[in-house]
């Protein structure tokens, strides 16, 4: 599987600290993008969760979503992952 998955994210959050852990044990490469180190990324964040700072949200493949509170199924469907 060859998805490209960009997730937004800030230092503090323990949903986007979760969220990265799930990639990394599929072996799922990502870039990961601070909104807090990057004003329009936070921009971004909040055009795609109707004025928001939903975090962690995820752009894969034109598709934008997010996943906070952070849910391990949800987060898979999404992906197509088991």
Known sequence: MNLSIRIYTTNWCSACRRAKQFL???????????????PEAEEFVKRANGGKSKVPTFEVGGRVFNCSPFDTEKLA?????E
């Open 77 to 81: 469907r999404e992906l197509g992952v």
């Open 24 to 38: 990394k044990v599929r072996h799922l490469p990502f870039e990961e993008i601070d909104i807090e180190a990057h």
